[in-house]
């Protein structure tokens, strides 16, 4: 039994550079969400898929931020020329949904922590 | 817009004593979910409960019962006899259509179970 799958654990860069971070939501999972968590605070919403399409990005999301879900299964978050108030963790989750409603269950991921320099 | 208050910034208690966690919250939409999840040391956020707007019923769940109030707008959480493996932050969250695209979460509770 595979949970939400995370890589890297930990991501240290320097200001200006590029980074990605990797997510493998649980098999048969068809939603997948990101979300980032600063010191102190709680998840924000990033963005989410339905298999591959990307049907919402929130407004935290600046254009330096681009996610994919190619086939549908593993997800990839890039941010471009990082700042320092990039900072955080980076969450992900996936759901299994087959119908509107409040019945979607999110299954984490342990995270990947992002330090800009 | 939602708001969640999770006043609590952290708490200690020892083992085996019962803990509550305050969570407050505000909307004005008449149909909302709420959330708790617990997030222990590993990172991975661990669902605990969901609560639609219509279910005032408390829940009790092992050690862990919710209390619902909507007149105070309140859904708090008690541990209790409280063990070691409740150390974690929790978090309150509050969703006005049950998804988690608009999911509003507290800033947590730090829990701290000393032996």
């Known amino acids: 039994d595979t949970g939400v799958s995370q890589d890297p654990r930990h991501k240290i860069t320097k200001r200006g550079q590029n980074v990605t971070f990797r997510c493998d939501p649980i098999s048969e999972h068809n939603r997948l969400y990101w979300y980032r968590q600063t010191l102190g605070q709680g998840p924000e919403f990033l963005t989410y898929f339905q298999n591959e399409a990307q049907l919402e990005k929130s407004r935290l999301l600046s254009d330096r931020f681009s996610a994919e879900r190619p086939k549908g299964s593993f997800s990839t978050l890039e941010i471009q020329r990082t700042e320092q108030g990039d900072s955080a963790m980076y969450l992900c989750a996936s759901s299994r949904i087959e119908a509107q409603g409040g019945n979607e269950k999110l299954f984490f991921g342990s995270g990947t922590q992002l330090s800009v320099l | 817009a939602q708001k969640v208050t999770q006043a609590q910034t952290e708490i200690s208690v020892v083992e085996k004593e019962d803990v509550t966690l305050d969570c407050v919250y505000e909307?004005?939409?008449?149909?909302?979910?709420l959330f708790w999840y617990k997030q222990p040391p590993s990172g991975e956020l661990v669902f605990l409960i969901r609560?639609?707007?219509?279910?005032?019923q408390n829940e009790i769940s092992g050690r862990y019962s919710w209390n619902f109030q909507k007149s105070t707008s309140s859904f708090n959480f008690t541990i209790t006899a409280s063990q070691v493996v409740d150390s974690a932050v929790y978090f309150c969250a509050l969703s006005v259509d049950g998804g988690y695209q608009k999911v509003t979460f507290g800033t947590g509770t730090k829990l701290q179970v000393i032996p």
């Open positions: 909307t004005r939409d008449t149909t909302y979910y």
């Open positions: 609560r639609n707007s219509f279910d005032e």
